[in-house]
């Protein structure tokens, strides 16, 4: 496979480690000669270190064989996250590091999340591209507020805090992107 074709949430071998893309960012050559780069974030399988490296659009990588199932999560204690397969009912842990990026999108009942999984062990979450979060805390609405008009920060029910329209109140349900980290909607 070509290093031009990963995309996030893929899974390739990389001098005996597994990485998982995290993220993928294309660099256009400056000059006419020059070879487009793509710069590949991730983190590794087995230990969760961070990984970063350019690679030119025709090298080759090699794709690790991974299987994709549908989890929810069970429940958060301290040795990390457990997750349940929706048809098998097997569970997976996985340490809070490793799911990082995602725990302040996980809520019970978060319908949409699928498990990377290879040798009978979760690598990694995807999350569905957005989720729905109530408002726990936020300055109070603005009678003259208008949808177009300026933002205030408001704390989610997971502890996440994005920047939301002045007429929102607590207790509200709210839509936000899980790429961006942005509000999208009321749900």
Not at 93 to 104: K, Y
Request: proline share 4%; with cysteine.
């Amino acid at each position: 496979m070509k290093a031009n074709e990963l995309k996030k949430g893929m899974v390739f071998d990389n001098d005996g480690r597994n990485i998982v893309v995290k993220q993928v960012q294309v660099q256009a050559p400056s000059s006419r000669s020059g070879n487009t780069l793509y710069k590949v974030r991730g983190h590794d399988v087995a230990t969760g270190q961070k990984f970063e490296r350019s690679f030119k659009g025709e090298e080759t990588v090699e794709p690790v064989d991974i299987a994709r199932r549908a989890v929810q999560l069970l429940y958060r204690d301290a040795d990390g996250c457990t997750f349940m397969d929706g048809e098998t009912y097997e569970q997976y842990t996985v340490s809070e590091d490793a799911v990082a990026d995602e725990l302040p999108f996980l809520s019970d009942g978060l319908e949409g999340i699928t498990a990377l999984i290879t040798d009978g062990s979760l690598l990694a979450i995807e999350l569905p591209a957005s989720v729905t979060l109530e408002i726990k805390d936020t300055a109070p609405a603005m009678k003259a507020a208008s949808s177009s008009a300026r933002t205030k920060p408001a704390t989610l029910s997971t502890g996440l805090v994005v920047q939301v329209p002045e007429y929102l109140t607590p207790g509200e349900q709210i839509k936000v992107n899980t790429e961006t980290r942005e509000f999208i909607s009321r749900a």
